[in-house]
């Protein structure tokens, strides 16, 4: 069975720097596709980034190019997530997606003065 | 690279089949098949329905379907059941190396 596990959610003033983790079960997680999508409440999905199983091909949505950085610790089971230079609207539900699974069940970032 | 285009609601009675459609462009449906299809109850993650145009997920009934043709992809979902009730949202990966969702789709089961 697939699992999840995102954490690393908070609540952070703009301009603040978070890191995200999603521990990863159920699947042989070094070769799979890994991808972080978000969900501002009550709005659709926005893809944000991805990166191939050995970390050598990344990219990110043009919104958060720059200031967010993905990366992964196959040894872990790991998938990172670190943002910085943080916008109110990057306020959302982020959720580790890995390619042809379902995802976790998300961690909730908070953006605010 | 402006989102996947779909329609924002469909409706159908019990029992009945409906079809979303997904429409992209050459640079994701139309080039590639790694089209997916998710649904999402109120509180709830996202679930994967159809990956790869037409694969489902084990578990996932066969009341559900997936195919393409040119640049859109579709889901159809046949013998409508309550709990079918849910969004649903399509994406695509694209020649830019990104991935695209669709805005969502709200079903309604009358």
Redesign the interface.
């Known amino acids: 069975e697939v699992q999840l596990v995102e954490s690393g959610g908070d609540l952070v003033q703009p301009g603040g720097s978070l890191r995200l983790s999603c521990v990863a079960s159920g699947f042989t997680f070094r070769t799979k596709w890994m991808h972080w999508v978000r969900q501002t409440p009550g709005k659709g999905l926005m893809w944000v980034s991805l990166i191939n199983g050995d970390g050598t091909n990344t990219n990110y949505a043009d919104s958060v190019k720059g200031r967010f950085t993905i990366s992964r610790d196959n040894a872990k089971n790991t998938l990172y997530l670190q943002m910085n230079s943080l916008r109110v609207e990057d306020t959302a539900v982020y959720y580790c997606a890995p390619a042809e699974e379902d995802w976790g069940q998300g961690t909730l970032v908070t953006v605010s003065s | 690279q402006s989102?996947l285009t779909q329609p924002a609601s469909v409706s159908g009675s019990p029992g009945q089949s409906i079809t979303i459609s997904c429409t992209g462009t050459s640079s994701d449906i139309g080039t590639y098949i790694?089209v997916?299809w998710?649904q999402q109850h109120p509180g709830k993650?996202?679930?994967?329905m159809i990956?790869?145009v037409n694969?489902r997920?084990s578990g996932v009934s066969d009341r559900f379907s997936g195919s393409k043709s040119g640049n859109t992809a579709s889901l159809t979902i046949s013998g409508l059941q309550a709990d079918d009730e849910a969004d649903y949202?399509c994406?695509s990966y694209t020649t830019?190396?990104?991935?695209?969702?669709?805005?969502?789709t709200i079903l309604t089961v009358l």
């Open positions: 989102a790694y997916s998710y993650a996202p679930k994967l990956y790869d694969n997920p949202y994406s830019s190396n990104t991935v695209i969702f669709g805005g969502g």
